[in-house]
């Protein structure tokens, strides 16, 4: 399962696991990349995770997309679509957190079935029917979570390494992604106890 060390992604791999034996893994461009706190999500939850390094020279395709484009998205959605490739070739199963009304990163109809296809494996999207108020319900039961701005919060999110690799290479992207975008990181898992009370 792809992994950020999100709200969205940790309920997801949470919903998983009762009927699947869950993997997390976490995406970098660098493999000097600490990515501790992501690493501390997935212990909370209880659940074997791994950090997994994109091809040399990704990044660069990525400034190219970002700087031609002038926005976000198109960037994001191919760095999702690279990271369950990966997966792919691993696993039988892949999954992610993207959520009912998701505009980034998602996958069209179209490109599930053609993803499905072409590597055989099941591409599945437990959150895929849950609105943004229904998983804010959820998360609430379930896990403690943090949030911030992207620049403050230590997640897997792809958007901080894309920040400072630019803002090293001397390119200002202020004008592409969007100000004050909140981020968030699970930093532990409520207990069952917990959950029940809430749920009266």
Known sequence: MLYSGGKDSSLAAILLSRDYSVELATFVFDPMREVSQ????????????????????????VIGILNRCGYPNEAINEIHRRS???????????????RFLDRVP??????VQSFEDRTGVSYIRPL????RREIK????QMLTVVYGETSQIQNGD????????????GIDWSGIFPKNHQQSLVTGRKELRDQVGEYQ
């Open 158 to 169: 792809y958007e901080r390494e894309i920040r400072d690799e630019m803002t090293r290479r």
């Open 106 to 111: 998602m996958l069209t109809p179209a490109e």
């Open 128 to 131: 895929l029917g849950f609105g």
């Open 84 to 98: 369950l490739c990966v997966l792919a070739q691993e696993y039988e199963v892949v999954a992610d957190g993207t």
């Open 38 to 61: 992501v690493a501390a999500a997935a212990e909370a939850l209880g659940l074997p995770w791994r950090k997994m390094t994109f091809a040399p020279g990704f990044i660069d395709e």
């Open 137 to 140: 319900r959820l998360v609430g």
